[in-house]
């Protein structure tokens, strides 16, 4: 199983940035997705899940309002859409794998099977 983060990059505040997560390996609409994100001296903070057929969608509260997560089942690939970043969004963002079952957390990290290397973003104030 492999998951491939893509798309982040250096922007200033008040930009955008589309972050991408390519899977392979695994029947992806059996997966819940999520997106996680880690600064540097914290600890990894829940950003955003989706269900495995993508009606459910579910957000940290930092991220609320600007950020917009979704999938694409034929395509095996997940997106976070970020908007009006703020200087706090900076950190490495890592998309994670869940298996669908009746216990499905979007929050946990524990609960996701698979992570991708993570893509670095940085905005500058």
């Known amino acids: 199983v492999q998951l491939q983060a893509s798309g982040g990059g250096l922007v200033q505040a008040g930009g955008s940035l589309r972050l991408s997560c390519a899977t392979s390996?695994?029947?992806?609409?059996?997966?819940?997705m999520g997106w996680f994100r880690q600064a540097p001296g914290k600890e990894r903070e829940f950003v955003a899940g989706?269900?495995?057929?993508?009606?459910?969608?579910y957000y940290g509260d930092s991220v609320k309002g600007r950020f917009t997560i979704s999938r694409d089942n034929a395509k095996n690939m997940v997106y976070l859409q970020m908007n009006n970043l703020k200087p706090e969004d900076t950190a490495v963002y890592y998309c994670?794998?869940?298996?669908?079952?009746?216990?499905?957390?979007?929050?946990?990290?524990?609960?996701?099977?698979?992570w991708g290397q993570g893509t670095k973003v940085t905005v500058s104030s």
């Open positions: 994670a794998a869940q298996p669908r079952s009746y216990s499905v957390d979007y929050v946990k990290d524990d609960k996701y099977n698979y």
């Open positions: 989706i269900s495995w057929g993508g009606a459910s969608k």
């Open positions: 390996g695994l029947t992806f609409s059996n997966y819940v």
